[in-house]
């Protein structure tokens, strides 16, 4: 079975620009949440999505939104780019939310530079 | 606010070696704990998940172990080669409000010398 995919795996924009990440789950899982990880840094939860309603959101901007689609792939739009959004931005992909045995699977992520 | 700390953040060993990671988190009401492997620029690689009523979990030459009254796990590492280097993440599962997401540390960079 395939694994967490994302797309692009780079990406150069420049300030005030926007960009769109996405990210198909592994066959089988609802949920899928979005992580920011900066150089040198653990991952900073953004988004959880679960059923294609938002669960969740961490302590982001309204730059940063998110969606779910019916086949449970999702996309992160980041609007009015800042150098401080240079990441690498990650998707995690689960079965269910509430199991203590549900283990997350990471995509490779997306690297992010803003110029 | 749960808090993931990690020592040591650097570690360097020569092949060969057992050595321990050290993960220690400050609110106890978690789901699970897992530990993950990330290679430089690249994604994240499971490597053991321990839920929160477990004690340790095993896999080939990883040990993670889980004392969640004391805040602390540690993953050891059997006869270190080379290809273990990596940074490694510890991550542990709670819900707030319906919203379940892992709360991670800043790693431990281990390099293994040939």
């Known amino acids: 079975d395939a694994g967490v995919t994302q797309s692009p795996t780079h990406l150069i924009k420049t300030r005030g620009q926007q960009v769109t990440l996405r990210c198909s789950p592994i066959?089988?899982?609802?949920?899928v949440s979005w992580y920011q990880q900066v150089l040198g840094q653990g991952p900073q939860f953004i988004f959880q999505?679960?059923?294609?309603?938002?669960?969740g959101r961490g302590n982001f901007p309204d730059r940063f939104s998110a969606r779910q689609f019916p086949n449970y792939s999702s996309e992160l739009n980041v609007n009015a780019l800042l150098l401080g959004d240079s990441a690498l931005y990650l998707c995690?992909?689960?079965?269910?939310?509430?199991?203590?045995?549900?283990?997350?699977?990471f995509g490779q992520g997306t690297r992010l530079t803003v110029v | 606010k749960q808090e993931v700390t990690q020592i040591p953040a650097a570690l360097s060993v020569p092949e060969g070696e057992n050595l321990v990671l050290n993960c220690s988190f400050t609110?106890?009401?978690?789901?699970?704990l897992q530990w993950f492997r990330q290679d430089p620029g690249k994604g994240l690689t499971s490597l053991l998940l321990?839920?929160?009523?477990?004690r340790e979990q095993t896999s080939g030459r990883l040990n993670a172990s889980l004392d969640k009254s004391s805040g602390r796990s540690t993953l050891y590492i059997a006869a270190s080669q080379p290809g273990d280097s990596a940074t490694y993440l510890c991550?542990?599962?709670?819900?707030?409000?319906?919203?379940?997401?892992?709360?991670f540390g800043t790693g431990t960079r281990l390099k293994v010398l040939a």
């Open positions: 999505y679960y059923e294609k309603e938002e669960r």
């Open positions: 321990i839920q929160s009523s477990q």
């Open positions: 991550a542990v599962r709670q819900t707030t409000s319906g919203t379940y997401k892992y709360i």
């Open positions: 609110d106890s009401a978690i789901y699970n």
């Open positions: 995690a992909s689960s079965r269910v939310g509430g199991d203590a045995g549900t283990e997350a699977f």
């Open positions: 066959s089988g899982h609802k949920s």
